[in-house]
Nanobody
């Protein structure tokens, strides 16, 4: 059974950097040709795709977030990372990692990140 678990700080101050971790179990992030996505949902709004990293290591980002977002992995730990710089209040959201790109089939439970001073 594939499971994804996000973790990170619940509260970040404006202009600071957010670092989130997604630990994957039950599947390898490198041996199958999957996309591993980060997605977020602001309060009262719809889902917003942030970006992905493929099992090959290639990445792609939402144009609106590309300048301040980075997705990486630690293959030995089977873990994904999301880093987002220069946080704003509008970045307040539940952040999810998921397996897949257009229709992810496995999701983490999500972690709430609040950007506030």
């Amino acid at each position: 059974q594939v499971q994804l678990q996000e973790s990170g700080p619940g509260l970040v101050k404006p202009s600071q950097t957010l670092s989130l971790t997604c630990t994957v179990s039950g599947d390898s992030i490198t041996t199958n040709y999957y996309y591993w996505s980060w997605i977020r949902q602001p309060p009262g709004k719809g889902l917003e795709w942030i970006g992905y990293i493929a099992s090959t290591g290639s990445t792609s980002y939402s144009p609106s977030l590309k300048s301040r977002t980075s997705i990486s992995t630690d293959n030995a730990k089977n873990t994904l990372y999301l880093q987002m710089n220069s946080l704003k209040s509008e970045d307040t959201a539940v952040y999810y990692c998921a397996r897949g790109l257009y229709y992810p089939d496995v999701w983490g439970q999500g972690t709430l990140v609040t950007v506030s001073s």
